[in-house]
């Protein structure tokens, strides 16, 4: 048997698909080198996810942090462009799978993208000061950089609906207890309220921390990398998604559109006209 | 080289995916045996599906008549479900793929279902027909049967908005011409308007063919077996997903709700409450 | 004003989008009648899935049981078409959420339904209990209508890769522990080993709990209905299909298919032909 | 009634939906303005497309060019993510449309996004022909940018697989065809291939143009604009993409994996360990 043989047969085909997650054999499971049954009882569901996406198991601790997060931003209420998704579907003949996936399809850049960008923004500061920068200066040189070049809202800030957004303060407090206790360094929440007061200092009204931006905090401080914290937002909003679709199934509407039934739309394009 | 390992080998692999639809070497592409360069330009937009889903070609006039039910069904406007989703998902963040794909997943066996349902109806009567039933026969035992044990509205009758549907007597008489042709024998629309006939004696008032019961009408002329019609819904939805979700994405809204943005929900739940 | 215009009013779109789940004022939200803040640090996540589905709080080691079955079925490697999924669709230049929902799509009745189909029967069988039937001979008519007229395996019996799933056991033996300690009632662990030693005893061999029977088992004890369970694995799986989308996107591999590069598939179907 | 309570009610709720695409009242539905009944029969479902996309009809010509242009990229077989995801998906028990949509799904920026590249590539040096220079020197310009500043391939030439895709050349005769009868002016055309020539003169080779830039050279000679040009490819492949779903559904496989089931994947991560 020629090497090129062996090169394109089994071990090809199984080469062709690798992972470091998951190792399995007949009556063999293991994730990141731990034997499943090992895990099943003497781990959290937070703890699981960490190991799955990190490769390692956290502390008890930070696992908590971890799922307190998570908590946090389950739901948004039904005018969420995913929640009423998911309510919609529910009534059109689809499993419950395909109710919570055509909603969580659209948790993108726009509507699941916030945390990421906010973490993306702190992490930035924190690289300045990494290189010597003072947090007061990394945030000014920052802030200066976006007002000059980008647009819009400053990551992490504001919210349309809330005044102030009753998760963020709280979930800067259990941080600052976490941090407390050594669990996180508190840098990330540093950077969120020097950002904060930096802005309130230039704009002359405070624009106070968001859901997103409180947990990019936490993200930022248990180290997870921003791309990835678009992931926890999903698995976290798939909560109230799945709550929602599961609610609206038990109604038997049939073909939920997102108006009442006897209210049409507005036309406004060409008027009626023939063909030629 | 044993055996054992050949056919665990690159061959191996290769069974492992196969299909009569394509067949490709670098530099070559057959679809159902015609080298694409062939077809490209002599084949319509309507044969080329046709021939992809049927493996052969169909006459110019039965392309003809897939591609008029195919252009019938392509809209019902953002009261329907699948078109709302798309236009919400424009707005979050995805690409205008995504945002149909999550429109076009809701299409299920509510939303999508009702053609697949009335050519099964139909073809029911017609395999009674094939048995040696009259047509008038056929209808009866149908709807006796429909009457004793099933629920809820007759496959392909009546529409809870139109109480015509434009759609359904233009698609007949396009049928009973393509039939005058020679091109499809009229057997579904006798059969249709059998039904439809049948069940206002029953009822007393008239429940007219709807766009899915016309569509099931052609479909079944054609030969097409019923679970692949939701395919074809699919495909002729799909161009009113795209077109909505197109004109979405030109108006520069953000995670659009399916309320107006001052519009909350009304919240119906347990009254609030502390955690004792 | 007339009541017809108020009812077709602001207070009419509010009512066609009503729920039990959340409320939400400027500066409030409110899950199930708690507000948000509240939450935030002194429910576990698990807790958080209950609360949101069920409309109380658990209690802390009903929680603890919730996120053990959650963590147990997080992954089961790339063969799973939903993994492979995951793993293709990040690298053809979608967000992360775009990759989750394509994969979870396909936890359909088939790949993500057999938790609920088991959970129905061990449910059938509880019924007949409530009914006034001893466990064993509820469990003997159950099989016997099994047998009689349903087809396949019996469902959360049996796995086609390993002899003995190695989650099974051990979610088994938590189960046990957690009704020691009066958390829960261990019937449906109990129904679930009757079961098994029925189909023993009839087949001649041990077809052994899977991971499907296992957890449905867990969710039966803590009071979960069947087709919600389905929900409950898609957030389960949902965590390992995005470690596996989120490994797969770090390899810059673009458009990966299912086959090393260099293979193609098989093609079956009609040979090479010309346009007449 | 205040005009505030005016703007609330109704009126308000159907101007939050508004589109210049559809109309419809009871037994009334009109698509850009025309009677669905005088539609139906009337236009190909290519020129249905363009109506529904562009506001007008087209005329009969340039119909059948966009169909010739959405015929030619069906399918690129199993091997494309698209087409293995919706035959994968077909066996896990969901319904035809949501294996479409997990599939359609993935036709992002990279599996999906190359025509509209191509065709942002090639109307840029038409722009710089609107604003007065020659062709040789527009194409010239563009490339030393491209060269320049960013990376890979020259978007809509060379192909993985086929070293002249046999769509290409042929796409682009017909566009020569229909430039002559004068349905398009021909300028795409003429760009592509001063494009292919100046890159050969730069590199020595001949890299010929792909699928992608031949149906964007058709795509730019129809007036389209690229984003939308993702779209028609959505339409075109999902005709691929439902044959191959139903071929596989007829096939009685459960959770098709992407390799032959005897096989497993490569696992490269932590050698087995304990929890401590």
Request: aromatic share 8%; with cysteine; charged share 25%.
């Amino acid at each position: 048997m020629s090497t090129e043989e062996k090169k394109t047969g089994r071990a090809c085909g199984e080469q062709w698909w690798t992972t470091d997650i998951i190792e399995m054999r007949p009556g063999m499971i293991r994730l990141r080198g731990y034997a499943i049954e090992e895990l099943i009882g003497r781990v959290s569901f937070p703890a699981m996810i960490w190991l799955m996406l990190r490769g390692e198991l956290p502390s008890e601790e930070q696992a908590d942090l971890l799922g307190i997060a998570l908590s946090a931003a389950v739901d948004h209420g039904p005018q969420a462009p995913s929640i009423a998704i998911a309510r919609m579907a529910a009534t059109c003949g689809v499993g419950i799978n395909s109710a919570m996936a055509s909603a969580i399809n659209v948790l993108g850049d726009v509507h699941g993208g916030a945390g990421e960008q906010a973490l993306e923004f702190f992490g930035g500061i924190a690289a300045a000061m990494d290189g010597g920068a003072t947090l007061r200066q990394a945030v000014r040189d920052r802030l200066d950089h976006f007002f000059a070049t980008e647009k819009g809202y400053v990551p992490g800030l504001g919210h349309r609906f809330h005044p102030v957004d009753p998760r963020a303060p709280r979930l800067l407090d259990v941080t600052r207890d976490f941090s407390a206790r050594g669990v996180v360094a508190g840098r990330f929440a540093d950077i969120a309220e020097a950002v904060e007061a930096e802005v309130e200092r230039r704009k002359g009204k405070k624009i106070p921390l968001n859901i997103d931006g409180a947990t990019a905090v936490i993200y930022g401080e248990l180290g997870f990398p921003p791309p990835l914290t678009r992931g926890l937002f999903v698995l976290s909003r798939s909560v109230g998604i799945l709550a929602h679709a599961w609610e609206q199934s038990q109604r038997r509407e049939r073909n939920k559109g997102p108006l009442p039934r006897e209210w049409l739309w507005a036309y406004e394009g060409t008027p009626a006209r023939g063909l030629e």
